[in-house]
């Protein structure tokens, strides 16, 4: 059987693979051969929610998802499109939940990574990492 998190991540990947292939779990670890663009998901931490409203617990877990690109000329515009995408994708019809294993998914942080350039002047690989914190309930 498994938890409402591993539920709402496999979700959340499906979610994305309409914009870019997701790597999860070990995958997420390796990514300087995956063809790009990619998202990547991976867990920061998870700890009892404040709201504790439910016949179950309830936890909240981040996770950072991170998108990988080829930079462009337009790298900036570029991840402005992604990240409207993203959040289209992730935007619940009225009275449904965003996920359908979570209680509430609130995006708390985006940071956008300028590509390194490389010995010969150019660009590499641009990156955009949005932090979201997904509520859970754990039925033990």
Do not use: C
């Not at 409402?4 to 670890?29: C, D, K, N, Y």
């Not at 790298?75 to 939940?97: Q, S």
């Not at 590499?124 to 997904?134: G, P």
Request: glycine residues 2%; charged residues 20%; proline residues 5%.
């Amino acid at each position: 059987m498994s938890s409402a998190i591993a539920l709402a991540r496999a979700e959340l990947a499906t979610r994305l693979e309409s914009i870019a292939p997701v790597r999860t779990g070990l995958a997420a670890l390796e990514t300087t051969s995956a063809i790009l663009p990619v998202f990547v998901i991976w867990d920061v931490r998870d700890s009892p929610s404040t709201q504790q409203e439910y016949a179950a617990p309830q936890f909240t877990r981040q996770m950072v998802v991170e998108y990988k690109a080829i930079a462009a000329a337009d790298y900036d515009a570029a991840m402005d499109t992604v990240l409207h995408t993203l959040r289209a994708a992730l935007k619940p019809n009225i009275g449904e939940p965003a996920l359908a294993h979570a209680t509430a998914i609130r995006e708390t942080a985006v940071q956008f990574f300028a590509p390194a350039i490389t010995e010969t002047g150019a660009s590499s690989i641009a990156s955009l990492q949005i932090t979201f914190e997904i509520d859970y309930l754990e039925r033990l």
